[in-house]
């Protein structure tokens, strides 16, 4: 069974700062995907950045960024210019391939933004 | 487009009561997901339909919670009767199965649940 690990249950940054949350997962597959997701306090979760497995190349979205490396099954989340509305606990998440496959997550890191 | 809508929002039971979250999916898609997320912990899941069939329940305690989607579309889940520690947030998610290598899952705001 796939697992994903954060090691990380609390992360701060100070507002314009960069930040790095750590994630690691383990699986017997060669293709799959990562996600991280963003769940801001009472509010529904949403998709930050995915990465597919197949691709070298790290995923980038506006000011986060991935860190993807395949053989140590590392997939960390670089947000860059921190803003208050980033504050949010973050979930790393794997997939298996087909279209249709639930998520696993790892427990998350409550990141908190320090005006 | 409309999200993913689940009702009620927060719910208070005592143990051994029976409790039941409504969940509406974005329209057209037709899978949907009901996670466990417990207080420090990631989402879980419960339950997957495809369409009004269930395609993964390994992880339902089959003995207290139930789930249907009748019609395909929205969804209900009941605990009965309900343990202390069922509390956690419930939450919904849906993804359209196209035959992409890839669909987004979408998420509703949950549901709350508090067992005393």
């Known amino acids: 069974a796939q697992t994903v690990t954060q090691s990380q249950p609390e992360m701060s940054v100070q507002e314009a700062e960069t930040v790095t949350l750590s994630c690691t997962y383990d699986t017997s597959e060669s293709d799959y995907y990562l996600f991280w997701y963003k769940q801001p306090p009472s509010r529904q979760m949403i998709l930050v950045i995915r990465q597919e497995a197949y691709k070298q190349q790290n995923a980038t979205e506006n000011r986060f960024s991935v860190n993807f490396q395949k053989a140590a099954k590392s997939f960390s989340l670089k947000i860059s210019d921190s803003q208050l509305g980033d504050a949010a606990m973050y979930f790393c998440?794997?997939?298996?391939?087909?279209?249709?496959?639930?998520?696993?997550f790892g427990k998350g890191t409550r990141l908190s933004v320090i005006a | 487009e409309a999200g993913v809508a689940q009702s009620p929002r927060y719910k208070i039971i005592e143990k051994r009561q029976s409790v039941a979250f409504w969940c509406n999916p974005i329209s057209g898609h037709a899978t949907l997901y009901w996670y466990q997320q417990i207080l420090g912990q990631g989402p879980k899941l419960l339950i997957q339909?495809?369409?009004?069939?269930?395609?993964?329940d390994s992880q339902l305690p089959k003995d207290r919670f139930s789930a249907e989607r009748l019609k395909g579309v929205d969804s209900t889940l009941k605990i009965q009767p309900a343990k202390l520690e069922d509390s956690a947030v419930y939450l919904c998610?849906?993804?359209?199965?196209?035959?992409?290598?890839?669909?987004?899952?979408?998420f509703g705001p949950g549901t709350r649940l508090t067992v005393l």
């Open positions: 998440a794997y997939r298996r391939p087909s279209g249709n496959t639930p998520l696993v």
């Open positions: 339909f495809q369409n009004n069939g269930v395609v993964d």
């Open positions: 998610a849906s993804s359209l199965i196209g035959g992409r290598a890839f669909d987004e899952q979408f």
